[in-house]
């Protein structure tokens, strides 16, 4: 079992920035895809950024978010600049045994474990 735990969520003025982190311990593993997904209130659970053999990115995020990821620390960031109120929501990372491609990567029930969530708040 893996556990993730995220943090770095808060409240930024529209244009900021945050950093999101994602801790996992327990049977941790080098390889496997990371992603993070955030659900705003209303809509469903929508990717933002992933990176398995490769990064993915969203076309709402992409040019102002970055995923990286730490093996050593078994931890996966999430630079957010240039934040918009569109972008509040609650951050999920989640973490695949599997390296994800495609359609697949993008989709949910794909991923085998999952944080309990951190608010970021954008406001105008």
């Known amino acids: 079992q893996v556990q993730l735990v995220e943090s770095g969520g808060g409240l930024v003025q529209a244009g900021g920035s945050l950093r999101l982190s994602c801790a996992a311990s327990g049977r941790t593993s080098s390889r496997g895809t990371q992603g993070w997904f955030r659900k705003a209130p209303g809509k469903e659970r929508e990717i933002v950024a992933a990176?398995?053999?490769?990064?993915y990115y969203a076309d709402y995020v992409k040019g102002r978010f970055t995923i990286s990821r730490d093996n050593a620390k078994n931890t996966v960031y999430l630079q957010m600049n240039s934040l918009k109120p569109e972008d509040t929501a609650i951050y999920y990372c989640a973490a695949s045994r599997t390296m994800l491609t495609g359609a697949v990567l993008m989709t949910p029930r794909f991923y085998d474990f999952w944080g309990q969530g951190t608010q970021v708040t954008v406001s105008s």
């Open positions: 990176i398995s053999w490769s990064e």
